[in-house]
């Protein structure tokens, strides 16, 4: 799950200081009538140098939970996936109660045997074999992909209860860290040979929902904010050490708000940032069900006329400039892209259901782009937002979404803004042609 980000703190304007982001936003707006297919016939294409160095990212989550549903590992082959991003996030490591990475699914991690049908490479893992499960597909997905980066992700809403309590003391850090390192980068999950999983995992995604706020209800405090930074510092040194007999550079990323009004100023951004390849800040969720009325969901630009309370007004590129005012380099600015739609009921058909008023969210609320797409109801574009919504006035729904027409224009204001670039929650919820994540890869260029 991602965060709801309906700010309750004072109002904070973030100003439009950065050249080259203006030239972004108007690069997208200018170019948002062309869809990703009209981009691609044109010869946009994808130029993905390592994420280790200094290239554009194209990141796509892959949730422990999606096998259960039916979409593996290979389907990221089929929706031509894992030939376009340069990164797959595998979500999540769990937290245990004494302070160390743990698995929150053993069987869907490394247990679980996979049928021929169902394997990246077409083979069936045999019995009593050392590793199986998401992780030995990863590691198949590897093979065929040298140049796609694996990195852990490890927390979530779910799962991050007891970060505040571990990140309290060096010793507390230090355990973990040391946890996650040698579970995820040496290889060593508990019951299984050592270095089983080593080679599979190229870096650690740290995400806490979120210091000093309640998130799913966790515990926190104002001692959060130093203790996340030295948190980061801490795996820093740790995966530089790693990396130093590995070889390799290994990646270390932070999930974190884009709530310029509450979330985000919970966090040391400039200091943190030093312990980081980039951020992925998560630019989803901006409004939804929770809500009164209906709005966007992850706009790219703010809209004057929304009815929403100061506080309450949001944008991706207004959180780009909040995390850029505070000592950001927009090289380590990644923005996140919804896979998947908010939806309300109960909506009057004025102005086609937006901004009005709703009786709750729908029973479609969060389900998948290739869902959603299906539902009645009409389509409409918004040039002052960059967005779409659909509105169905038979049942009275509304849908607020990304399609590939508003992921490509995105894209291009993460190129041409110059962001790192983009990641996308979750890879299950884009169609069997990988219509979102080729309308992305097309628009980073």
């Not at 029973?363 to 409409?380: F, I, L, N, S």
């Amino acid at each position: 799950m991602r965060e709801s980000t309906n700010g309750t703190t004072a109002k904070r304007r973030p100003g439009h200081r950065a050249r080259r982001r203006l030239a972004g936003v108007a690069a997208a707006g200018a170019l948002l009538a062309a869809s990703a297919p009209a981009a691609q016939a044109a010869g946009v294409t994808a130029d993905h140098h390592g994420a280790g160095g200094g290239g554009k990212v194209a990141i796509g989550y892959f949730t422990q939970w999606g096998i259960y549903s039916g979409f593996f590992e290979k389907n990221l082959i089929a929706d031509g996936a894992a030939a376009k991003l340069t990164e797959i996030n595998y979500a999540f490591s769990s937290v245990s109660a004494d302070g160390q990475c743990t698995s929150g699914d053993s069987w869907a991690d490394y247990q679980r045997p996979f049928a021929a049908a169902e394997s990246v490479n077409g083979v069936a893992d045999a019995a009593g074999q050392s590793l199986a499960g998401n992780f030995n597909q990863l590691k198949e997905l590897k093979a065929a992909y040298p140049n796609l980066k694996i990195v852990i992700s490890i927390g979530g809403w779910s799962w991050s209860s007891h970060f505040s309590d571990l990140a309290a003391t060096e010793a507390g850090r230090q355990k973990f860290v040391q946890s996650c390192v040698d579970q995820y980068l040496n290889g060593n999950i508990p019951g299984l040979p050592a270095g089983a999983a080593k080679g599979i995992f190229d870096g650690i995604d740290l995400d806490w929902e979120y210091p000093n706020e309640p998130g799913n209800n966790n515990p926190y405090g104002p001692q959060d904010t130093a203790d996340f930074t030295a948190l980061l510092h801490d795996f820093r040194g740790a995966l530089n050490t790693a990396g130093v007999a590995s070889h390799q550079h290994y990646l270390l990323t932070a999930d974190t708000s884009p709530n310029q009004y509450a979330a985000a100023q919970q966090l040391q951004l400039k200091a943190a940032a030093a312990s980081l390849d980039w951020y992925n800040v998560m630019t989803v969720d901006m409004h939804g069900g929770w809500d009164s009325i209906t709005d966007f969901a992850a706009n790219l630009l703010p809209d004057p006329k929304d009815p929403q309370p100061a506080n309450g007004k949001f944008s991706i590129v207004q959180s780009v400039a909040y995390y850029e005012k505070n000592g950001v380099p927009a090289s380590k600015i990644a923005i996140e892209i919804p896979y998947y739609a908010h939806a309300w009921a109960g909506v009057g058909p004025t102005n086609n259901g937006l901004y009005q008023s709703a009786t709750g969210a729908a029973p479609t609320d969060q389900a998948g782009y290739k869902t959603v797409v299906t539902e009645p109801g009409t389509v409409h574009f918004d040039p002052v937002t960059a967005s779409i919504w659909k509105y169905d006035p038979a049942s009275q729904t509304f849908w607020t979404y990304d399609n590939p027409q508003t992921v490509f224009a995105k894209g291009l204001y993460a190129d041409f803004a110059g962001l790192r670039g983009a990641s996308v929650w979750s890879l299950d919820g884009d169609d069997a042609n990988g219509s979102l994540t080729s309308a992305l890869a097309a628009s980073l260029r």
